[in-house]
């Protein structure tokens, strides 16, 4: 028997069909390119874990985000490590802190970079857990959700684009709104980490952003693997709260939830592609088992396909790059 009329390899058969009829397209303006800053000056310390990844001084941040820019990246997402860390997350909250600084110096040096501010207590507590820990051990939602609007409100005065809460409390984000508002930053967007799971792909960033949590997990605040409606619920509430922007994390075990909440809401979809799925590719590319650029263009674009508007990836640097060549 003949072959069918019907034949799809018809618009595969050359370089030229397939770009005709190619369903997803990455840009660089859909990534945002994670950055570490650490106290000190002239520091440039990279992150064993993550190839290619260092922590930065506020003065090497400013460098290497003038450096990232040039190479058409449009925005960072900041995390601190301080040096100081106590119970309250004091360096977290100050105009003086590591966070707020680093905001401010690469806004000043280059406006044009749009900033998103990563809202957490992790880095600046002495224990290391995304919220106050009481004499019980236990993760106290509403004083916590206290302290992070706080945190969000600081670091929308050092002039944060957007503020990105990540610590995965309950209603943080219709308190985050409220006090921007009554504080004068009603312009100023929240980026929600709506549905963050408990995952062993954050290995590596906590090298990186030196936030292991001191004792336990953080199975009591982020979301069971298994679960995927429980990630439409959080998403919604987000919404509901005023969330201009909403989150899947990590991005590559989790396509099915990326493509439910994309088709749920209708705001954009964020999806970040976390530490420890970069350092896989990394770790396998440096062995010369798999090619990097193929692997990285093909995770990102799985990402993409599933519903994601805008990825948070470490590999920005290098796809913009690959994308302008
Ligand atoms: C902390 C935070 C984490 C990440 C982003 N914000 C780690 C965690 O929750 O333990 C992970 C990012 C990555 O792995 O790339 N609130």
Same mark, same amino acid.
Do not use: L, R, V
């Given at each position: 028997m003949a072959a069918s009329k019907v034949r799809p390899r018809r618009t595969r058969q050359s370089e030229l069909w397939r770009r005709l009829v190619r369903e997803t397209h990455l840009r660089s303006e859909s990534l945002v390119y994670p950055m570490f800053v650490v106290p000190g000056k002239g520091v440039r310390r990279a992150v064993e874990s993550m190839p290619g990844i260092f922590q930065l001084s506020v003065d090497e941040a400013v460098r290497h985000a003038r450096e990232v820019a040039e190479g058409g990246v449009v925005s960072v997402l900041l995390f601190a490590a301080p040096e100081h860390k106590d119970a309250r997350a004091s360096d977290a909250l100050a105009a003086t802190g590591l966070a707020a600084r680093a905001i401010a110096a690469i806004k000043e040096a280059l406006p044009q970079l749009m900033v998103w501010a990563d809202v957490c207590l992790c880095g600046a507590t002495d224990h290391g857990h995304c919220g106050h820990v009481t004499a019980g051990g236990v993760i106290d939602n509403d004083s916590s959700v206290a302290t992070l609007a706080q945190v969000a409100l600081n670091y929308a005065r050092a002039g944060a684009d957007a503020v990105a809460p990540s610590? #995965? #409390? %309950?209603g943080r984000v219709a308190a985050i709104r409220a006090l921007l508002d009554a504080e004068g930053f009603s312009s100023t967007p929240i980026v929600s980490y709506a549905a963050k799971y408990a995952s062993s792909f954050y290995g590596p960033f906590r090298e990186a952003a030196?936030? +292991?949590? +001191?004792?336990? %997990?953080r199975r009591s605040y982020q979301m069971d693997p298994a679960n995927g409606r429980e990630a439409l619920r959080e998403v919604l509430l987000d919404v509901e709260e005023g969330a201009d922007l909403v989150m899947v994390k990590p991005a590559g075990p989790y396509l099915d939830v990326i493509r439910q909440v994309r088709d749920a809401v209708r705001i954009p979809v964020v999806a970040y592609q976390v530490s420890g799925e970069f350092s896989l590719i990394k770790a396998a590319a440096q062995r010369g088992w798999i090619d990097e650029r193929a692997a990285v263009l093909e995770t990102l674009t799985g990402i993409r396909r599933a519903g994601a508007d805008l990825i948070i990836t470490y590999f920005a640097p290098q796809v913009s790059a690959w994308l302008r060549a």
């Open positions: 610590d #995965m #409390m %309950d030196e936030s +292991a949590p +001191a004792f336990g %997990d």
